[in-house]
């Protein structure tokens, strides 16, 4: 079959969007598992931290379905959603969308230009969730909120959320950045162990300054990535939380790709929720001729730069910059 694909990115987080509604493609959840092991790896593949697909819904302006690299499904992506966001509202010629996801209807909307020019939309992320065993993770507390779990560290502090994706957030020091440490505990948390039984995603968050945070996520299916969307809306809730940011006020958060903002809002009912603010860049449009039976034998029909990057790479450049001043020369 002839695939179109769009190779796009939030924050340096890499995907192969695939559009559903315009084509007249049908995957089965086999061949969906199947295409993003082969089409994202990085050695063999077109490389990318996941798929994106893009499909029509009943009740929203599309739906949005994310494979991570190693096949697995994740219930949500903000960097990806920013992504499909821009897709869609440019299909359908609307400025502010609603995005069915997994666990929840989202709002994406265009917004002012986060650095020279560069597409930028605000995405909503929800539900916020503190409850372990909507995590899940396994222990004999309702809620971690900036605690230390003996099990994982005896010096760090964690708080545990899913927004909806699971995650597992310390503020740390510049030294602790550096270290190995974040690996093993990532690699602990996602291998066999008994707190996470479906792994989580790990964070390490390192204060720059008011409205200003470093974030670095290690992904569950993916490892450790430029920007996780989810990490860095759960990450500014924590500060929050801990009074080292405000509610309702505009976050900077760095991170190895790039820069986003997170303003953390609550809610009536006492929750919160997010609006993650970033790029929607994309790289190259391809056609390929793919087997779904054998997705990595797949050939490259033609491919078109779109020519985005070098915009994006001013703000990469200037995150760069921030992140090497206050964290890495500091350590």
């Not at 819904?57 to 994310?66: F, K, T, Y």
């Not at 093993?184 to 204060?207: K, Q, T, W, Y």
């Not at 993650?276 to 449009?285: F, H, K, M, W």
Request: with cysteine.
């Amino acid at each position: 079959m002839k695939l179109n694909v769009i190779k796009c990115h939030g924050s340096g987080n890499d995907f192969l969007l695939i559009d559903e509604i315009s084509n007249p493609y049908t995957f089965t959840e086999e061949a969906r598992q199947n295409m993003a092991i082969a089409l994202c790896d990085r050695q063999k593949g077109l490389g990318a931290d996941g798929i994106l697909f893009v499909l029509g819904s009943e009740r929203c302006d599309a739906r949005m379905r994310v494979f991570n690299a190693d096949g697995s499904e994740a219930s949500m992506c903000g960097n990806g959603l920013r992504c499909v966001g821009r897709y869609v509202c440019e299909l359908t010629g609307k400025d502010s969308i609603v995005v069915e996801t997994m666990k929840a209807d989202l709002k994406v909307a265009v917004a002012p230009f986060i650095h020279d020019e560069i597409p930028t939309y605000n995405v909503e992320i929800s539900p916020v969730s503190f409850e372990l065993d909507k995590v899940p993770m396994n222990m004999d507390f309702t809620e971690v909120v900036n605690q230390k779990i003996p099990e994982i560290s005896d010096r760090l502090r964690f708080t545990v959320l899913a927004v909806p994706n699971p995650h597992l957030i310390t503020i740390v020091d510049a030294e602790t950045i550096i270290s190995n440490e974040q690996k093993m505990i990532s690699e602990s948390v996602n291998g066999p162990n008994n707190l996470f039984p479906d792994g989580v995603n790990v964070s390490f968050v390192h204060p720059l300054g008011q409205g200003a945070i470093y974030v670095r996520t290690f992904e569950r299916g993916v490892g450790f990535t430029n920007a996780c969307g989810t990490a860095m809306s759960a990450s500014s809730l924590v500060t929050c939380l801990l009074g080292q940011n405000e509610l309702g006020q505009e976050i900077d958060v760095y991170n190895n790709g790039g820069k986003v903002r997170v303003v953390v809002n609550r809610k009536l009912d006492g929750g919160y929720y997010m609006e993650l603010i970033g790029n929607a860049t994309y790289t190259y449009e391809a056609e390929l001729e793919l087997s779904l039976s054998e997705p990595e034998s797949y050939e490259v029909l033609s491919h078109e730069d779109l020519n985005e990057e070098d915009a994006y790479g001013n703000l990469q450049a200037h995150a760069k910059d921030v992140v090497n001043s206050k964290v890495f020369t500091n350590a």
